[in-house]
């Protein structure tokens, strides 16, 4: 123990650097730490985003700063406020909160405006009328430069052109205005990048006042400083582009200096995490929506039944990396079952159900049994479960011949009912073409509570449901959504990757009666079976609908 109160604390890399960066001559000396989580609203959140979300809010929290939240919504194209309002109940939702430091990159549309203008007229930026095509032609290579005929553009050329594109007079595409910087720059994105764009399409924000919007990297330096973001965190593809996000900040009239600092993304085998193929398999009907439980976006894991705490404890334990690595999807599995393990009360239900009579049990016989909600956490209380002659149990849990290491119910053999009796298997019923319909069994009055009076070993117990009280539900079994562990590899379509067999829907299902009255986000540990919680879209107490969040069985095997 003593060893464990004097072991240092470890950083992570991003950590070390804000804390270089706010100790004592460094550069934000004396300042409070301040970042920002700025997800584009053109989709829903997934799983990758929660961990730039955890390290954005997540570094703040650690050093006792605060973090906005920001729309980045300079690309009209695909933005909706649907998209916002989901956004925001999700990162409630794992916890985090902004206050009111919520932002728009679009309230900054008049200050890259103003910096854009004050660019041209330093001589650092200019209208160039390339069309894409041509811009890709003449990017050059490594060893050949970039080029365009109308860099030498007259300042106060560039300056009336600029004006009119930004008064509607050009089509899309007719210009664009790029920084003036380095046409023989070995990094790329330093070739006289495009920092405005036309786009002659409403804005969610802003309607039908602008026509031209910033791109991406001359916008979002802006916002950071305009926030006096002190640590601008953003995933690895970004790298590249820092030069240039550092000479947006040095070279316009902002109140601000941000630090930008990359980390690897999140790559999780089994899915894909591109909006554009996530849009592609709701828009195609491939799953039932955003929020179809087999998809990675947090709305989808939610109605699964993923908890907050699992998601974040996930993000956390994967730590933050500058190299690129792919998760397990089981590990992600591995930190649900411990949180349900530890929070999810116990019931009965089962799922393919067969009729078993107890014969020797009192016809029209009722008994009350009380069982604990969770066998570790006896403040969850109990619960009482009715006992008659008549049962459901599984049908995988009788054989009418025993196979190999079978211990569960045949002709001769006892069982313990989970917290009830011991019973004994005295033979079967069957249809006509020949399929068991029903387990006759006798049960043992002195076995009351599932031990033998005697003394006797019983080696299997299995779970049942009371067939007169029990209500029918509808269960789903959710799969991986992909058979290819790697989906999302450049070389492959998606889309041939899908599991055909990812859901399985079971009707008939036989669930304990308060069960019926469940509803989301409670989890249950359907005993034997796995963890289960209500749909929150289509359970109802007339029609119980649950989905499997995960499997008892853990896939995944840590690393010693």
Request: net charge negative; aromatic share 10%.
């Amino acid at each position: 123990m003593a060893d464990e109160l004097n072991r240092p604390e470890i950083k992570n890399f991003i950590e070390a650097f804000v804390e270089e960066d706010i100790g004592s001559g460094g550069q934000y000396e004396g300042m409070q730490v301040h970042t920002r989580f700025p997800p584009e609203p053109n989709g829903y959140l997934h799983i990758g985003h929660c961990k730039a979300l955890c390290i954005d809010f997540g570094t703040a929290e650690k050093f006792g700063g605060i973090c906005n939240l920001r729309m980045d919504d300079t690309n009209p194209t695909k933005e909706d406020t649907e998209y916002v309002e989901a956004i925001k109940e999700d990162i409630r939702w794992l916890g985090f909160t902004w206050d009111d430091r919520f932002y728009y990159a679009s309230q900054y549309f008049d200050k890259m405006y103003e910096c854009a203008e004050d660019l041209i007229r330093r001589g650092l930026a200019y209208v160039c009328e390339l069309t894409p095509e041509q811009m890709r032609e003449y990017r050059g290579d490594l060893t050949t430069p970039a080029r365009s005929p109308y860099r030498d553009r007259p300042i106060e050329e560039s300056l009336d052109l600029f004006r009119r594109m930004k008064a509607g007079e050009f089509p899309n595409g007719a210009m664009t205005l790029r920084a003036k910087i380095d046409l023989a720059s070995g990094n790329f994105n330093m070739r006289d990048p495009a920092i405005y764009r036309i786009n002659h399409m409403p804005h969610h924000a802003t309607g039908d006042k602008w026509c031209i919007y910033p791109m991406y990297d001359f916008a979002h330096p802006i916002e950071d400083a305009m926030e006096h973001i002190t640590h601008s965190l953003c995933s690895l593809e970004f790298e590249a582009h820092r030069p240039l996000y550092n000479w947006v900040v040095e070279h316009c009239d902002l109140p601000s200096k941000p630090r930008q600092i990359e980390f690897a993304r999140l790559g999780i085998n089994y899915t894909v995490m591109s909006k554009r193929k996530l849009r592609k398999l709701v828009e195609d009907g491939r799953v039932a929506g955003w929020d179809d439980p087999r998809m990675p976006t947090l709305c989808g894991l939610r109605r699964r039944g993923y908890t907050p705490h699992s998601i974040r404890s996930f993000c956390e334990r994967i730590g933050v990396a500058k190299a690129a690595s792919t998760v397990e999807y089981a590990f992600l599995e591995h930190c649900l079952r411990e949180d349900l393990n530890d929070s999810a009360t116990r019931t009965m239900a089962v799922l393919h159900p067969l009729r078993l009579t107890v014969t020797n049990y009192p016809e029209g016989q009722t008994e009350i049994f009380e069982v604990e909600n969770h066998p570790n956490h006896p403040e969850m209380g109990k619960r009482e479960i009715p006992f008659s002659r008549d049962l459901w149990i599984e049908q995988d849990d009788f054989m009418e011949e025993k196979v190999g290491k079978f211990f569960r119910l045949f002709p001769g053999n006892e069982v313990r009912l989970k917290g009830a009796y011991v019973v004994k298997c005295t033979g079967c019923v069957k249809d006509a073409d020949g399929n068991v319909t029903e387990v006759l069994c006798e049960y043992d009055p002195a076995s009351r509570g599932g031990d033998p009076a005697d003394g006797r070993k019983v080696k299997s117990t299995i779970h049942w449901v009371e067939a007169n009280e029990a209500v029918d539900a509808e269960v789903r079994l959710y799969s991986n959504l992909f058979t290819d562990p790697d989906p999302d590899a450049a070389d492959k379509d998606f889309l041939e990757c899908l599991n055909p067999d990812s859901l399985e829907i079971l009707t008939g299902c036989k669930i304990e009666r308060a069960l019926a009255a469940a509803k989301a986000p409670e989890s249950y540990q359907f005993m034997r079976l796995g963890y289960f919680c209500p749909d929150s879209k289509d359970s109802t107490p007339e029609h119980p609908v649950f989905n499997r969040s995960v499997s008892l069985k853990d896939s995944y095997k840590p690393q010693a």
